[in-house]
């Protein structure tokens, strides 16, 4: 389970670190920017976790999915969405996560 966590935070600072720098650079530095880029690039970094290294993670699906809920959710707060945007986010997240062996691929930070 250490692995695990310590793989999802390296790739997870990495990701937020170039989406900081690089897309920072388009969208402002400002700390509600900032604080979105750093965030999202942890939540990319811990999904991607299990592909990086699929040993580390014991139910990498489960890990996967619990964090693309996370992500999504964090989005559904930041828009200030009604209840039913949490659900929809929820259920999005799921989906997301359980997809994610095949789109993290293309991901290029």
């Known amino acids: 389970m250490r692995r695990a966590i310590a ?10 670190t170039l989406l900081v720098v690089f897309h920072g650079w388009t969208v402002g530095s400002t700390s ?11 939540i990319l970094g811990a999904v991607a976790g299990p592909e990086a290294e699929p040993q580390a993670f014991r139910f990498p699906t489960l890990w996967q999915m619990f964090f693309a809920v996370l992500g999504c959710l964090v989005v559904a707060f930041a828009w200030g969405s009604p209840p ?10 799921a989906l997301l996560g359980y997809t994610a062996p095949f789109w993290i691929k293309f991901i290029n930070p």
């Open 7 to 16: 793989i999802s935070g390296l790739l997870g600072g990495i990701l937020a």
């Open 32 to 42: 509600r920017n900032v604080l979105f880029l750093v965030l999202a690039g942890l």
């Open 84 to 93: 039913e945007g949490y659900a929809l986010a929820a259920v999005g997240g």
